[in-house]
């Protein structure tokens, strides 16, 4: 019974997944949404605003770089939760 | 586990495994990969180290002392650079604006803060890792017993 419960409720869950992914926008089509002015941004002035030739390096340490200080913090907070967890008993 | 192979093999392929890492981190604006890759490359490395020869000797290679340093070394290192920003009249965690020195673009020396960021922010990836994995082994060698 439990098993046949999980299995409808699995079923159901699948069925929104795919019929999200059915519903993305295609994979390089130029009338994407997020092909808007934030990446051609970041393509045409990338190198003369940060000087890094990496495109990527520069929206994560320099255009983004609080969110990758949060992600580092994140880090951080999740290494002291693990020694606190394993060593502390 | 004392395998004449794996611990040959593994003393080979360490030091290399450990200067890809480093070039990853150092490259970081330039080609593929960065801090987070290039980190985890590191850490893989030492973990190898443990695992062909032995927890003991490999924990003495990055002892408890050094990895905490590593840990708030490298996050407080980020956010010093932040604070150079601030200092100089700008945004926090500013780049060009802070008067870091941009040089020419694909050289080594260039982007500013970034390189300087990623390499605090490798190691402290490599540390979190090593941490991690030797947590986890020594709570299970301690159930062991």
Known sequence: ?89 | MEDIIVRMVGRISVPFIQVYGFYVILHGHLTPGGSFSGGAILGSSMILFALAFNLERGHKKLTHEASTLLECGGASWFAILGLVGVYAGVNFLANQAAGFYMGIPNTLVSAGAIPLITLGLGLKVASTVVTLFYSLAEVEGDSHD
């Open chain 1, 1 to 89: 019974m439990r098993l046949v419960l999980t299995l409808i409720f699995l079923l159901m869950i699948s069925l929104v997944l795919v019929a999200t992914v059915a519903e993305m926008p295609t994979f390089g089509d130029i009338e994407n949404p997020t092909n808007n002015e934030v990446p051609q941004r970041y393509i045409e002035g990338a190198v003369e605003e940060t000087g890094a030739v990496n495109v990527i390096a520069s929206i994560i340490i320099d255009y983004r770089a609080f969110d990758t200080l949060g992600e580092a913090t994140v880090l951080f907070v999740a290494i002291a939760a693990a020694m606190a967890t394993l060593k502390g008993h």
